[in-house]
């Protein structure tokens, strides 16, 4: 099949990984090397993920003492899972639950699965990157809902002062679920920002760590948070959990009891970032270094441009570009060879980038409140051109990383339309959740809504 011949053709490319997963694909960080040999399913001695009592549940409780919470759940289904499930199991079904604007569309999806009423907090904005960054607790307590959702760290670094935000919660009776996906590694080096704190907070091991794709884990604050949890888990987790992710999830609690690994990490970086000198393109400013954010914003380059420069000329493959960005995402498992790479390639291109004026990407308007995604079942579709004035009734985003950029009930408006435009001529992948294809957007049909 072609799947498999083209992932035997990439591996012997010697394109080097700047993306997630957090292996890096360095064997030494996988102890498993014969997957078929550990598949199995739940037979004597092996537990159930389900209702672990051994073996499974040795690995719940170190992740629990690891992340410091009451109780910890593997995760099979990757963060995902656990956002749906907390959603899912803090929340009444039709109740309002307040949601910052820069969360994964897995949270839209939890709310139209429990049909409620959404609210959206406004998040501040890079307008150098043309991206949302930290929450503040100014916008949080704007909100009166009792179930608050917001991730940090962003798929770009950028941390929120969780724990500020997690003691107001408590102080006002509300719950804060926290996807923390890119934030796995914090926590264990002083090098780094404070690991996220709320009620719920889900973390993507295999996006920053020693971990294979899908592995994750749910940390509650509390047992009965942790029991809510729990009956999503069981209706929503596949009943056929793979044991080859959770050995690659036990052995990733093994490397991180290995602190002196965060510490050799914490030197190639800022190896990394003190020997790189950038004169037109430049790191930018934000809170977990891990991410390497590389702005193109005052040069010639496009963040398209620069991406297809580092894969085909320097075999460099990074997480994602954007209009004015690329992103490199590093790891524990990142090689000395990898970070002198991806400096001599940076430094290489900057001697030949040209400094041009900056121009800055403008805030997106925000509406606090659309019709709800379950509401807009009404519809038909438009060119992107006439959607001007327009309901939208279906996710718009750009993925990745995945965060919508319109939601069902908003209204489209011009400088939407253009960004949508722009984005596109900028080669950024736009996805049209529900569209059939092409450059057209549902609109709620207000004759029949």
Same mark, same amino acid.
């Given at each position: 099949?072609?799947?498999?011949?083209?992932?035997?053709?990439?591996?012997?490319? &010697?394109?080097?990984?700047?993306?997630?997963?957090?292996?890096?694909?360095?064997?030494?960080?996988?102890?498993?090397?014969?997957?078929?040999?550990?598949?199995? =399913?739940?037979?004597?001695?092996?537990?159930?993920?389900?209702?672990?009592?051994?073996?499974?549940?040795?690995?719940?409780?170190?992740?629990?003492?690891?992340?410091?919470?009451?109780?910890?759940?593997?995760?099979? &289904?990757?963060?995902?899972?656990?956002? %749906?499930?907390? /959603?899912?199991?803090?929340?009444?079904?039709?109740?309002?639950?307040?949601?910052? $604007?820069?969360?994964?569309?897995? /949270?839209? &999806?939890?709310?139209?699965?429990?049909?409620?009423?959404?609210?959206?907090?406004?998040?501040?904005?890079?307008?150098?990157?043309?991206?949302?960054?930290?929450?503040?607790?100014?916008?949080?307590?704007?909100?009166?809902?009792?179930?608050?959702?917001? =991730?940090?760290? =962003?798929?770009?670094?950028?941390?929120?002062?969780?724990?500020?935000?997690?003691?107001?919660?408590?102080?006002?009776?509300?719950?804060? %679920?926290?996807?923390?996906?890119?934030?796995?590694?914090?926590?264990?080096?002083?090098?780094?920002?404070?690991? +996220?704190?709320?009620?719920?907070?889900?973390?993507?091991?295999?996006?920053?760590?020693? +971990?294979?794709?899908?592995?994750?884990?749910?940390?509650?604050?509390?047992?009965?948070?942790?029991?809510? %949890?729990?009956?999503? %888990?069981?209706?929503?987790? =596949?009943?056929?959990?793979?044991?080859?992710?959770?050995?690659?999830?036990?052995?990733?609690?093994?490397?991180?009891?290995?602190?002196?690994?965060?510490?050799?990490?914490?030197?190639?970086?800022?190896?990394?970032?003190?020997?790189?000198?950038?004169? /037109?393109? $430049?790191?930018?400013? &934000?809170?977990?270094?891990?991410?390497?954010?590389?702005?193109?914003?005052?040069?010639?380059?496009?963040?398209?441009?620069?991406?297809?420069?580092?894969?085909?000329?320097? $075999?460099?493959?990074?997480?994602?570009?954007?209009?004015?960005?690329?992103? +490199?995402?590093?790891?524990?498992?990142?090689?000395?060879?990898?970070?002198?790479?991806?400096?001599?390639?940076?430094?290489?291109?900057?001697?030949?980038? /040209?400094?041009?004026?900056?121009?800055?990407?403008?805030?997106?308007?925000?509406?606090?409140?659309? $019709?709800? +995604?379950?509401?807009?079942?009404?519809?038909?579709?438009?060119?992107?051109?006439?959607?001007?004035?327009?309901?939208?009734?279906?996710?718009?985003?750009?993925?990745?990383?995945?965060?919508?950029?319109?939601?069902?009930?908003?209204?489209?408006?011009?400088?939407?339309?253009?960004?949508?435009?722009?984005?596109?001529?900028?080669?950024?992948?736009?996805?049209?959740?529900?569209?059939?294809?092409?450059?057209?957007?549902?609109?709620?049909?207000?004759?029949?809504?």
């Amino acid at each position: 099949m072609r799947l498999n011949e083209e992932l035997n053709r990439y591996g012997d490319l &010697n394109i080097y990984p700047m993306h997630m997963p957090g292996h890096k694909r360095n064997l030494k960080f996988l102890p498993i090397d014969k997957p078929l040999k550990y598949d199995i =399913t739940e037979i004597d001695g092996f537990d159930n993920l389900h209702s672990p009592s051994g073996i499974i549940l040795e690995v719940e409780n170190e992740l629990s003492r690891l992340y410091d919470c009451e109780k910890s759940f593997i995760s099979v &289904n990757g963060s995902t899972l656990g956002v %749906i499930c907390a /959603v899912l199991a803090l929340c009444e079904p039709h109740s309002k639950i307040a949601v910052a $604007r820069n969360c994964h569309i897995s /949270v839209s &999806n939890a709310c139209t699965l429990a049909r409620l009423e959404v609210e959206y907090l406004d998040c501040e904005f890079n307008c150098e990157l043309g991206v949302f960054s930290e929450i503040t607790l100014d916008s949080i307590k704007k909100t009166d809902s009792d179930v608050i959702v917001i =991730t940090s760290p =962003t798929y770009e670094g950028f941390v929120s002062n969780t724990k500020e935000i997690y003691e107001y919660c408590k102080k006002e009776n509300k719950r804060l %679920i926290v996807d923390s996906a890119h934030g796995a590694h914090l926590g264990f080096c002083d090098a780094f920002p404070e690991r +996220a704190v709320g009620d719920v907070v889900i973390c993507s091991l295999h996006k920053t760590l020693p +971990a294979m794709t899908q592995c994750a884990v749910i940390n509650c604050r509390t047992k009965q948070i942790a029991d809510k %949890i729990k009956q999503k %888990i069981d209706i929503l987790e =596949t009943s056929s959990p793979s044991y080859v992710l959770m050995s690659s999830i036990a052995s990733c609690c093994d490397f991180l009891n290995d602190y002196s690994i965060f510490e050799s990490y914490e030197k190639r970086l800022s190896s990394f970032y003190n020997e790189t000198m950038l004169n /037109v393109l $430049r790191f930018a400013d &934000n809170d977990d270094k891990g991410k390497i954010v590389v702005s193109c914003a005052d040069s010639n380059l496009s963040g398209k441009e620069l991406y297809d420069i580092l894969l085909n000329k320097y $075999r460099i493959q990074c997480e994602e570009y954007s209009r004015n960005f690329v992103l +490199a995402m590093t790891s524990i498992c990142d090689t000395d060879e990898g970070f002198e790479r991806l400096k001599n390639a940076l430094t290489e291109i900057d001697s030949q980038a /040209v400094l041009k004026e900056r121009k800055e990407i403008k805030k997106p308007c925000i509406l606090e409140k659309a $019709r709800n +995604a379950y509401e807009c079942t009404n519809f038909f579709e438009v060119p992107i051109e006439n959607a001007e004035g327009k309901i939208c009734a279906e996710y718009v985003l750009a993925y990745p990383p995945g965060c919508p950029l319109i939601v069902p009930g908003e209204v489209i408006s011009n400088e939407l339309v253009s960004e949508i435009f722009d984005l596109m001529s900028n080669g950024v992948n736009i996805v049209f959740q529900n569209s059939s294809g092409g450059k057209v957007i549902r609109v709620v049909n207000i004759d029949n809504r």
